[in-house]
């Protein structure tokens, strides 16, 4: 049998390590790609962690920081200030009653300057916004320290 022969029978071995190789590259890629962002998304959250800590406030699970929040801070920093978010955290500024009987109270700072700390660590181009609309609302100290 000559070599030329013996080539073309066997073609299919060579396309299909081509084909093999390509889907190889591109699962590795894909792999890469979600460690990556995996690592830079416990990197924040753990920053996240150690400034919250700083503060003095409780800090939940990194992991659980990281899976919701990702690396761009998720629904947290988009559009963090605009009038809908606004009126959705307002509205968690409330007494808990649904209906007629929701009213606005006296928050205390601390739960709004925790979510100033989030904000800085996930979209600080957004900080100045949010502080002026928080600085705006009547607080106190509302909440005992244990």
């Known amino acids: 049998m000559n070599r030329s022969m013996m080539a073309s029978q066997h073609r299919w071995i060579y396309i299909g390590s081509i084909v093999l190789l390509i889907v190889m590259l591109v699962v590795g890629l894909f792999t890469f790609s979600a460690a990556h962002t995996g690592n830079a998304a416990n990197r924040k959250a753990q920053d996240l ?9 409780d800090a939940p ?21 605009s009038a809908l978010k606004q009126a959705l ?23 709004l300057d925790a979510g100033a700390v989030v904000v800085k660590v996930y979209c600080p181009d957004e900080l100045a916004t949010y502080q002026k609309k928080i600085n705006d609302l009547k607080t106190g100290k509302t909440v005992e320290d244990d």
């Open 49 to 57: 962690v150690k400034q919250l800590t700083a503060a003095g406030y």
């Open 61 to 81: 699970d990194q992991g659980q920081i990281a899976r919701t929040l990702g690396t761009d801070g998720g629904v947290v920093c988009k559009d963090p200030n």
């Open 89 to 111: 955290w307002l509205s968690n500024l409330s007494n808990g009653a649904g209906g007629p009987g929701q009213r606005p109270v006296i928050a205390d700072q601390r739960v």
